[in-house]
């Protein structure tokens, strides 16, 4: 199946910092998403983004297919930011979502 | 107005008893999913069902038995829980393989 690989595997930040996390994938994917784990175990979906660039408020996403990575940007943190962050994917053949095993983010004040 | 819904939140039992998790979700998708989270917080797939028909099973024990009385429906029975069953259990729906995925708010399952 396809491999999902998410770096770094942990962060930790000051209040007001930026970050930038990857997600590497093994082969053609017709889905990426992105998700929030917060504190409390609940997963929120914060992009759908199988190619191209979007945006949400302090949040961006972008994944470039043809070179099988994905990258989530975090603007000016906040501590509700924190918690882990995971990219999923369905590869080409599949119609399921495959997890990376995330990014674990520690926003402080 | 929650999108989808499980309960319970919290499960603690006893090796060798059988629990059932319910799940619903209000969005009108024809797709559920049952997904297991371990200690290290991996998440796996372990069910599939598109309008109340399963589609996907990844190699789950035949203990856990999804039901789908209805496509806002998914629930999961388990029977002769095992101490490695420990983990939270997420339910979730989508319109398909190419669409958002929503979670529910997970259960955590906890086998004494």
């Known amino acids: 199946g396809i491999q999902v690989e998410q770096s770094p595997p942990d962060l930790i930040l000051q209040e007001g910092a930026n970050s930038t996390l990857r997600c590497n994938f093994s082969d053609s994917v017709n889905n990426l998403q992105w998700f929030h784990q917060n504190p409390w175990g609940q997963l929120i979906n914060l992009f759908y983004?199988?190619?191209g660039t979007k945006q949400n408020g302090r949040l961006s996403a972008t994944t470039v297919a043809t070179e099988r990575y994905s990258l989530l940007y975090i603007s000016s943190s906040q501590t509700t930011d924190s918690g882990v962050y995971f990219c999923a994917v369905v590869g080409r053949g599949y119609s399921t979502l495959t997890f990376g095993k995330g990014t674990m983010l520690l926003v402080s004040p | 107005d929650t999108a989808v819904s499980q309960t319970p939140k919290y499960l603690v039992t006893q090796m060798g008893n059988d629990k059932s998790i319910k799940c619903e979700q209000n969005l009108g998708h024809d797709t559920m999913y049952w997904y297991k989270q371990d200690s290290k917080k991996f998440l796996k797939i372990m069910f599939s069902y598109n309008n109340k028909e399963l589609i996907i099973n990844e190699t789950v024990p035949n203990r856990f038995s999804p039901k789908s009385p209805d496509k806002a429906h998914l629930n999961l029975h388990i029977n002769s829980l095992e101490l490695g069953d420990s983990a939270v259990y997420f339910c979730?729906?989508?319109?398909?393989?190419?669409?958002?995925?929503?979670f529910g708010s997970g259960t955590q399952l906890s086998v004494l």
């Open positions: 983004i199988p190619s």
């Open positions: 979730a729906s989508g319109e398909g393989a190419t669409e958002k995925l929503f």
